[in-house]
């Protein structure tokens, strides 16, 4: 972000300093994503939720906009909606471990267990590390 954009989220006026930007273009998806991401930083979810389906409405082939917008889905509880948008990005970027990852955590609420172990160990295949501790403890109850 602070490439991209010259802040990050921990600039005090980034909040100000994107909805400038969105104001600029407010149908450009990577803006639309940057509002996404700066206004549930302090915990505004509906906007950023807003955002981020104004986003994938904006590029529906777009990875990072499924996988935000899965994201913010989740932490609203509509777990559904969320693995449908994580299932939509690994479609676009197979490779991408935080859609994968997002798709684990949606298939783990929705009670999918042999689908989320598979996602996060294709998680931990991408990062080229091993399976995480924690998951190995849980695969084994399992």
Known sequence: MLQRWGFDLNAPDASERAEV?????????????????VRSSP????????????????????????TTLATLLAGSGDADAAHSHAARAIVLDPDDPIAVY??????????DHAGARADFDRVATLLGMEALPWWQRWRRGR
């Open 102 to 111: 997002n798709r684990g955590v949606t298939s783990s609420a929705l009670r």
């Open 43 to 66: 915990g505004d979810g509906s906007g950023a939720l807003v955002a981020a389906e104004a986003a994938v409405a904006g590029d529906d082939s777009s990875a990072r906009a499924h």
């Open 21 to 37: 930007l969105l104001a600029e273009s407010a149908s450009d998806p990577d803006r639309l994503l940057l509002a996404a991401a």
